[in-house]
């Protein structure tokens, strides 16, 4: 018997430089994908505009999270471009009871400390066409103030760096191309073998019984 127990959850990990274009891949994933859960993280940053509490972070403190990681309360946490930024162990749990799978957007980092606890977790890069390009974008989304936007754009090097961790990259110049590759690996890691098994061999006791 296998001491991991591969099934047909997904755990699948989306990281990227900022502004490369994570989060509206990983919006068009929620959106062909409802059961793969999106995993709301904890941070320390104020909220943009258009961000909901509870909907894309759970607003918090910084008291508040420290205290998250003196209870171990996370799977993995880091501190990025400045402020706090944590999974809780309630995320995974929650996907794990109501959905086939749990999608994760979170830096090289968490990448890192979740493929270390869960080494079936799939990780996937999302990479821009150029460092221009990036920088294009995060300034056209125009959510972070001209010294944030120069701090993630020094980072993103140092993001890039961290490429051997994960499975697979995506280079996303034309978005409908980005997309069609990373639909393409939600398909092609869901027919793995691996996670295939007990569905073949529900078959073969099928045919058995009819000997
Ligand atoms: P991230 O979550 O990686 O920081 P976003 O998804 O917020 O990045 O994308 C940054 C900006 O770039 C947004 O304004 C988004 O609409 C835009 N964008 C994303 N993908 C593309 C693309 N392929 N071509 C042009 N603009 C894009
Ligand atoms: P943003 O502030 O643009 O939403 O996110 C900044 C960076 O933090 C992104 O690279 C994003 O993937 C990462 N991030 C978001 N949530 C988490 C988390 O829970 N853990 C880690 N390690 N990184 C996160």
Redesign the pocket.
């Known amino acids: 018997m296998a001491t991991t127990p591969i099934d047909d959850f997904l755990l699948l990990i989306i990281?990227?430089p900022?502004g490369a274009g994570?989060?509206t891949l990983c919006n068009r994933l929620r959106g062909e994908f409802p059961e793969l859960r999106f995993?709301v993280?904890?941070?320390t940053?104020a909220p943009r505009p258009t961000e909901v509490n509870g909907r894309?972070?759970h607003f918090v403190d910084e008291a508040y999270f420290k205290e998250m990681v003196r209870i171990d309360a996370f799977a993995?946490?880091?501190r990025?471009?400045n402020?706090y930024?944590?999974?809780s162990l309630q995320e995974i749990d929650l996907a794990r009871t109501k959905a086939r799978g749990v999608l994760?957007?979170?830096?090289h980092?968490?990448a890192r400390q979740i493929k270390a606890k869960l080494p079936e977790a799939v990780g996937v890069f999302i990479l821009p066409p150029s460092l221009q390009e990036l920088e294009r974008r995060l300034r056209g989304r125009g959510t972070e103030d001209e010294q944030a936007t120069v701090r993630r754009l020094q980072n993103a090097k140092g993001?890039i760096e961290h490429y051997g961790i994960f499975d697979y990259v995506i280079v996303n110049d034309d978005v409908e191309q980005a997309y069609g590759k990373l639909r393409g690996i939600v398909f092609a890691e869901r027919s793995r073998r691996a996670r295939k098994a007990a569905l073949c061999e529900a078959l073969l006791l099928e045919s058995r019984d009819k000997v």
């Open positions: 990281s990227s900022s994570k989060t995993s993280s904890h941070t940053r894309e972070y993995e946490w880091a990025v471009h402020h930024y944590g999974t994760f957007d979170i830096d980092q968490g993001e």
